[in-house]
């Protein structure tokens, strides 16, 4: 028996390369890989809640009463000085929680702070906030009537103004920190057993408890498909050409996802689920549980009292 092929050079010539660079990643590839890394380790960070810090050490219904509480007095300050201290004080939580304070300040002033910022920048102008002019924008011939809007001759920033708008973003700013705060220090299986102990609607917990599991499910679905259409591309694509693949694949990933419930409930039902929530976990009071209650209940009524003086 012959064996002269396997001497035979069967090499192929090498692929055509693309005209950009090698390396570089696309805007798609860029914002998916973002995405996924700020739901992974930004909201539902499993090292954050093994640490040995303050909060991690607490009873989760602890945290979940205590937390609500805060988030309640803060969406009732008006003074900006006591919202300042507030969200100061959601800071030193995050110290002593042992989370870093640049990834904790990015998480929370990543999107909501930020847009709330947006939507109140209109309130500092006085033809919203009439008030103390501080500077002087623009100056009209005359004064415009638009309907119900009246926009004075002289457009500038009040002081009133910029203190309502500064009194809006805190309030979010803060109120977001709380519930980072628990997201971060709390295991997510925890969180909806404390809800459902605080008699929180089951099926509302049931909703937040699948979202947890199939939001990690469908971005790596979504990774998948985009890596193995890209190991399937030689070249440079025309710009239209992906902006077809992009709407292509939002309808896949809603029809997937609509399957997928569909399928893991019916398989759930199959299997005896009777709407109830159950964790292995069995929570314990400790003494320390019970003076951060009575603390957290007494700072909301004295600064709550002050906010009113």
């Given at each position: 028996m012959s064996f002269h092929w396997l001497k035979t050079?069967?090499?192929?010539?090498?692929?055509p390369q693309s005209n950009g660079a090698p390396n570089k990643k696309g805007y798609l590839e860029k914002t998916l890989r973002e995405i996924t890394s700020f739901f992974v380790n930004g909201i539902f960070s499993e090292e954050t809640t093994a640490k040995a810090g303050f909060l991690q050490a607490l009873d989760p219904r602890a945290k979940v009463f205590t937390l609500g509480i805060f988030v309640i007095a803060v969406t009732l300050y008006k003074n900006i000085y006591i919202l300042l201290g507030a969200y100061a004080f959601t800071i030193l939580l995050a110290h002593l929680s042992k989370i870093g304070i640049g990834f904790f300040l990015i998480?929370?002033?990543l999107f909501i702070p930020l847009f709330s910022g947006i939507i109140a920048l209109p309130a500092v102008l006085n033809i919203f906030v009439p008030g103390d002019p501080l500077v002087d924008l623009v100056t009209l011939e005359k004064e415009i009537m638009?309907?119900?809007l009246k926009i004075p001759q002289t457009v500038s920033v009040t002081?009133?103004?910029l203190l309502s708008a500064s009194v809006f973003v805190m309030r979010v700013a803060t109120s977001v920190?709380?519930?980072?705060?628990?997201?971060?220090?709390?295991?997510?299986?925890?969180?909806l057993k404390s809800l459902s102990v605080f008699r929180v609607p089951q099926f509302f917990?049931?909703?937040l408890g699948m979202t947890y599991r199939y939001i990690h499910l469908l971005l790596r679905l979504i990774e998948d498909v985009?890596?193995?259409r890209r190991s399937r591309t030689i070249g440079k694509e025309k710009a239209s050409s992906g902006r077809k693949w992009i709407i292509s694949q939002i309808r896949f990933v809603m029809k997937k996802s609509l399957s997928t419930g569909e399928q893991v409930y019916s398989a759930m039902v199959s299997r005896g689920f009777m709407y109830e929530l159950k964790t292995a976990d069995n929570f314990k009071i400790k003494p320390i549980d019970y003076a951060w209650s009575a603390f957290?209940?007494?700072?909301?009524?004295?600064?709550l009292v002050l906010n009113w003086i």
């Open positions: 050079d069967h090499s192929l010539p090498p692929a998480r929370v002033w638009l309907g119900p002081k009133q103004g920190s709380l519930v980072v705060l628990l997201t971060l220090t709390t295991k997510w299986p925890h969180i917990t049931f909703i985009h890596l193995a957290a209940v007494t700072v909301t009524a004295v600064t």
